[in-house]
């Protein structure tokens, strides 16, 4: 095996846009990254990735600026990547998977499976809960405002009746700078014209209620190849209305810790816009706005708008100073 050396200082990462989506978007994170406008249909950036798109790798995996797969540099060093408390807790793993996402259009209805599901039925390490940031404005659709029959839900889906597919869902208006819990099996459509960071589990695994107006063919792909029946089993079919779905959102952090407690156990996202230090460890940084100095034992970087920047645990403790940036870490073990 080829050895790899783990830098000891963050890395700067280009763009990761898969080509041709299902969904349309891309000029909103071009404008947020500052880069040239972006081909239509690559509305995700795949940041720091060790997941490929289901089907497709190594596409959606990200290469650090020598060529090498992250996943495989991880890999042949989990130590220095990750740390020794990470990976006494979870070996090679890195438990994350962060995106920049424009959605051009209203995303589809949609929900991930738990981890049960998804060792049981896909064979995978994990399911998809996720969580978002919102960098723009917009109105998110997130979980049943009743109870719904399962047998029903499999008629909508049958029927392709988006409208009411969209209706079983609460819609919720939020600013830049609120967050959003989305746990596994919960129905959910990001709005049209929002720009967000998302946080999730390192898995590529959706199943689709609905699929016209998207460049999909959405009863042979919506279902993870399982068929409907045995993937709508994965759907959380009871409502989730009042304090319940207040406790998924969180309005207007300042600083720290941005989701919900229940988030915890799958990943971590804070926004720091004071002078903080953050333990060694796996880290994506994110800058959110204005200028942040990002200082490790091997040097300073400058961190602006825009930016994403990968943190191997071997970089050390890692000091913010000024700006606003987001960062992404694995959960606690």
């Known amino acids: ?19 041709d989506r299902f969904y349309e978007g891309g000029a909103r994170v071009s404008e947020f990254r500052g880069l040239a406008a972006s081909a239509p249909h690559t509305p995700e ?65 949609h929900a991930h499976p738990d981890g049960a599901f998804a060792a049981e039925h896909l064979g995978t390490a994990h399911g998809k809960a996720e969580a978002w940031y919102l960098l723009a404005p917009g109105t998110v659709h997130v979980g049943l405002r009743e109870d719904v029959d399962p047998a029903r839900l499999r008629d909508l889906v049958d029927a392709q009746d988006t409208a009411a597919l969209l209706g079983l869902l609460n819609a919720v208006d939020l600013e830049a700078g609120d967050t959003v819990w989305v746990p596994p099996g919960t129905l959910h459509a990001i709005g049209e014209a929002i720009l967000l960071a998302e946080v999730q589990e390192p898995e590529d695994l959706s199943i689709l209620l609905e699929w016209q107006g998207f460049e999909l063919d959405g009863t042979a792909d919506g279902h993870l190849d399982l068929g409907f029946d045995l993937a709508l089993q994965a759907v959380t079919t009871t409502s989730v209305t009042g304090a319940e779905l207040e406790a998924l959102i969180t309005r207007g952090v300042a600083d720290g810790s941005t989701l919900a407690s229940a988030a915890d156990e799958y990943f971590r996202l804070d926004l720091v816009t004071s002078a903080s230090t953050l333990p060694a460890g796996l880290a994506i940084v994110i800058g959110v706005e204005g200028t942040t100095t990002l200082a490790t034992d091997d040097g300073e970087l400058i961190i602006t708008r825009g930016a994403t920047v ?13 700006g606003r940036v987001l960062v992404a870490r694995p959960p606690l073990g």
């Open 310 to 322: 990968l943190i191997p645990a071997a970089a050390g403790e890692q000091r913010y100073d000024g």
């Open 45 to 109: 950036d795949w940041v720091a990735s060790t997941t490929s798109i289901r089907g497709h790798a190594p596409v959606g995996m990200t290469r650090l600026p020598d060529g090498t797969l992250l996943a495989d540099a991880i890999a042949a060093d989990p130590l220095g990547w990750l740390g020794a408390e990470h990976v006494a807790r979870w070996g090679s793993d890195a438990k994350l998977l962060v995106k920049l996402l424009d959605a051009g259009q209203r995303l589809p209805v």
């Open 1 to 19: 095996m080829t050895r790899h050396t783990t830098p000891t200082i963050p890395i700067v990462l280009l763009a990761n846009q898969p080509a």
